[in-house]
């Protein structure tokens, strides 16, 4: 095993693992601890700080532009453009021709993507969305995160050409343009789509400033990262925001067992709140 660049005792991963449940709700296992080295030491090295404690005092003492960083370096931002795919299928065939008879009288849609990363779930959201409700209809996405990074990345809706290599060439050629020249290899999502989004940075944990109601919330693989106390608290908050009879879709490894009551299950990792 190879000497470590910066000592990380267990007092120092204690320290640090608190202000990540703190300021994001998330709880860091023991076997994270090389996780959060790994990602932290680099901000040691950029700072010219010599220890963990001494970057610890620095976010009590300053937080500010660093507590971002730290933010940003925690948190985990794996997603894919139409990624766990029965959700999408289920909502191209089931959930939104329910909800276009039942909002028939207000013609409005409204879906909030709650921890969308880097943006691929609300804009595969968004292109079965467009494929499915009448251009007449009032359709707006929320999709929120507490990074930063990711959401300017989602902001500017471009990737590289490799992160869409599971979507189907019919919405490859509908919904994204190709770079060329010093753009080749790259491909952006048409404005078409990104219109229907508003990307906004957002602590789960925090207050939410939006009132709903909502459609449908997808919120996967999200919750894992929170104790149980604080996903009753989430589930709570989210079945308070969501329309009766709204959906709630969530991560293929998580459930609601004994974290509410308010919502029934539908399908697999799908819920209707009760």
């Known amino acids: 095993m190879c000497e470590q660049e910066f000592r990380f005792t267990e007092h120092d991963f204690n320290l640090l693992r608190t202000l990540v449940s703190v300021h994001t709700g998330i709880c860091l296992s023991e076997h994270k601890r090389e996780m959060l080295y790994s990602r932290l030491s680099r901000r040691l090295r950029l700072l010219n700080l010599k220890s963990f404690f001494q970057y610890y005092k620095l976010l009590k003492m300053e937080g500010g532009e660093e507590l971002v960083h730290f933010i940003n370096a925690v948190t985990t931002n794996l997603t894919a453009f139409f990624r766990e795919p029965h959700h999408f299928e289920l909502l191209e065939k089931e959930l939104l021709p329910q909800l276009l008879i039942k909002k028939q009288a207000t013609r409005r849609l409204r879906i909030w993507s709650a921890g969308c990363a880097s943006g691929e779930e609300a804009y595969s959201t968004a292109m079965v969305l467009k494929e499915i409700v009448p251009n007449d209809w009032d359709v707006k996405i929320l999709a929120t995160d507490l990074d930063s990074q990711v959401l300017a990345t989602a902001q500017l809706g471009i990737y590289e050409d490799e992160k869409i290599t599971g979507v189907s060439v019919e919405r490859k050629h509908r919904w994204f343009k190709k770079g060329k020249g010093v753009q080749t290899g790259w491909v952006q999502v048409i404005p078409n789509i990104q219109t229907l989004i508003s990307f906004k940075l957002l602590n789960l944990m925090n207050n939410w400033p939006m009132r709903g109601p909502f459609d449908i ?38 459930n609601l067992f004994q974290l509410s009551s308010r919502f029934r299950l539908l399908r697999q990792t799908v819920y209707v709140k009760c």
């Open 217 to 254: 919330i997808f919120c996967r693989n999200v919750a894992i990262y929170f104790n149980k106390a604080s996903q009753k608290i989430l589930f709570e908050r989210f079945a308070n925001i969501i329309d009766d009879q709204g959906y709630l879709l969530i991560g293929h490894s998580e």
